[in-house]
């Protein structure tokens, strides 16, 4: 692998489970796999789990780290071409991911979008760009519109969670009994916040139902429709209570408007995730990504009750980072 | 060892110090210790002793190291429960400190009080809470009310600069010829600090104290009793002069007011530590925990003579943190 | 070694380049030569190819590495001697250095200059109080007046740029044809830039000129003299177009004026170094030691040519700092 920016990037889910289920069973078993390859890890943004969740995985595998927070320690970059650098930006991205390229053998890279046009987000001009000239295989750590590390720790989190069997013929998992049904649904919250989670997760769910893993719903307020070619073939409606109905996962999640692109446009505080609201699910299981801000997206009695797994879900980041960088250090 | 937020958490003084002056002669005696064990230090304010002494005494003992820092690297943390998170806080401590455990055999933390209101900082809430959703040991970095790994190192510091002798048989350290005056002394400052450091110094000599290891005396101007539970044994006066009569030791060090809580109510600066106040002293050592505001709290004239031992005391905080590491990774 | 300041504390440029050189096609060669050492790494300014560079250098070599930022993660500190430190500075130089010092066996510092006096930022206070307390070996990551890893890695890339031998009798380079006329040129900024690089630069290049390694030349505007001290030997002149003329490597450069200290007194344009203005050398290399203002101070045009070697030249960081931590790890 060169390059971990989206679902696209993996060849077979089913065998990038299997490899860091394999790894929450023995971190160390290829300890030495990373010795003289160092990981830069490169922060345009802050991070709690994807900083020290990818550098934990990066240890278990014997790799050196250096850590950038480019705001605190560094200056800002500038991504445009052809314009003279007379601003605030101090180095352009053309030298500064060259010149980690030289410094490491694997890049991750942090950077959020700005929500202010769709286009310029969408475009993932930062991360390509640096993709393109530090010259080395990169992680994202959440680019503008995904976050493949979080949706690839979900697929995890569900699959060892749910009666999943692995066929070691065919390389593939199945559900053993039936396949869950898994919404991905809408919450409010005070901020305008990302599509990258809800993006990603949805581009990796519409991946495992075309592998028959599981059937995929997603539930948000109108006006909240996620860009098309993430969702393909998942079912969509605005209806929350029914998607809800039979429920195996609930993954609850805020984002702001793709369409009116950036803004908070429903702040309709009957979408947050309720023990009632959990009543006509097949005693689902929550997940978020987190953070998470308590009775605003979810209520605080649903995150300390046993349906919860938002924590679970927080510690395999780390045998999905494990399971990427592998594949990176072998070009798998 | 589960915890290391105060002295009662620590069995036996005398053979922390034992363990920890035996780190002093042979730093990487347990180099394999701590192998394929990650501490994750999490800092809500800065630190510059803490923080460099405890990543070296990790790295020792062989551990991998997670640093965050809140503030500039990750965001607000909520602490109240029951409240629909509306504000500045991002994330609540239930969720932040359960992961954080997830990817940590061992968690650092340290978080300043407020100064506002005795009750919220001497409640402890934030390292009681984080302590307990942690699910892994934990040791204080510095909290509200105690700072443990400077008041162990303190400890050690005047073991090694006395004439004590260490018993095999019943593990006990005892003063050769005599027991050593201890002397704390307020001091003035330009800004409102924390009780922290002389609390914690003062509960852990009044324990050496109760062992037979020193006479301690602690010295303030009124209004600046520290919460009595913290001093109990503790000679404490008003009048300086008498208490530095043929101390041995003195322990300097700024505190806010605990009565009139947080507030500087003495800017009396004849309490600064000079060479002529150190006359009728029996030629004491002078520490302090260091930063230090030089002819504010101590006079130059003092820290730069042979009578200070600051950077010697500065030094042992590794050997401190190194004991205690051994501890939480042996479970003794 | 014992400090790693100037280019005087190097006892063989020639040596010391093969050294870096050896680094760089074997790395790993003494992995094991910084074992149970640690380097401690201390910002006061923001850095990128310096953070990363040394820190993989010293991984290269086994060592512990503790960073500390001391804006963000720590605190102001004070460099004045005999003053009451009632201001916003928390801490003194003699105890913060002395601290550092007890925790690492080699320490790396980066201090900027303020700009406002000459005479305070060529006294060097805060790098040679620093040295004089700290006690232990200690590295420029760049101080007020002197950047001496850049210009050692500088001359480590015209070395291997060029056609140069190595004698092993003598342990000399010598040019094997004929010797490389070496430009400085200023160029224009937006900012008021330290004269760190320059002063440096030209330090190294007056020391490779004398041992017959190159031919020298600078070009400034009038008024952007640098101090004489650094330029001994050079032919400097303020006709830009007449320096450039058969030049071998162009090394362009923004500095403020020294003469009217710290300001910008020439913001003529003209000097940005473009295409046309490298018709008149002899197919220069252009160097630079980032981050680059483009198209203010080099057109991209140039930047993204093959005569742009800058992003060797940022590589080449790793093995400067690794061959100046050998020496001062085997105390040659």
């Known amino acids: 692998m060169k390059q971990f920016f989206s679902v696209k990037d993996i060849s077979s889910i ?140 979900d697929l995890i989190t569900i699959i060892e969670s749910f009666d999943y069997q692995y066929n070691d013929l065919n390389k593939q998992y199945f559900p053993f009994t039936k396949k869950p049904k898994v919404v991905l649904t809408w919450a409010p919250h005070t901020k305008a916040l990302p599509q990258a989670v809800p993006n990603s997760f949805a581009e990796w769910m519409c991946q495992a139902q075309a592998e028959g893993l599981v059937d995929f719903v997603i539930a948000h307020p109108e006006g909240y429709a996620l860009k098309t070619e993430f969702t393909i073939g998942a079912n969509i409606t605005t209806n929350q209570e029914e998607a809800l109905k039979n429920a195996d996962f609930v993954y609850v999640k805020n984002w702001s408007s793709y369409e009116d692109y950036g803004k908070i446009t429903c702040t309709d505080n009957s979408w947050m995730i309720t023990s009632d609201k959990l009543k006509g699910t097949n005693n689902a299981k929550v997940m978020h990504c987190l953070p998470v801000r308590r009775d605003v997206v979810i209520a605080s009695e649903v995150l300390d009750s046993k349906q919860s797994i938002v924590i679970q879900q927080a510690g395999n980041r780390v045998w999905a980072a494990q399971a990427v960088l592998k594949q990176i250090l072998t070009k798998e």
Chains 1, 2, 3 share one sequence.
């Open 14 to 153: 089913s065998q990038a489970v299997k490899s860091a289920l394999d790894y929450k069973q023995n971190p160390y078993k290829d300890e030495n796999l990373g010795k003289h390859k160092t990981i830069g890890l490169i922060f345009l943004n802050p991070s709690l789990r994807t900083r020290m969740s990818t550098q934990k995985a990066a240890l278990n595998l014997g790799m050196d780290i250096l850590v950038m927070n480019m705001t605190s320690d560094g200056w800002a970059l500038e991504t445009k071409d052809g314009v003279a650098m007379t601003g605030n930006t101090a180095e352009h991205i053309r030298e500064a991911a060259a010149v980690m390229g030289e410094y490491c053998e694997v890049l991750g890279l942090r950077s959020f979008p700005k929500l202010k046009e769709a286009e310029e987000d969408y475009s993932e001009e930062f991360f390509s760009k640096f993709a393109a000239y530090c010259g080395k295989p990169i992680i994202s750590l959440e680019s503008a519109t995904l976050h493949p590390l979080q949706s690839f720790t």
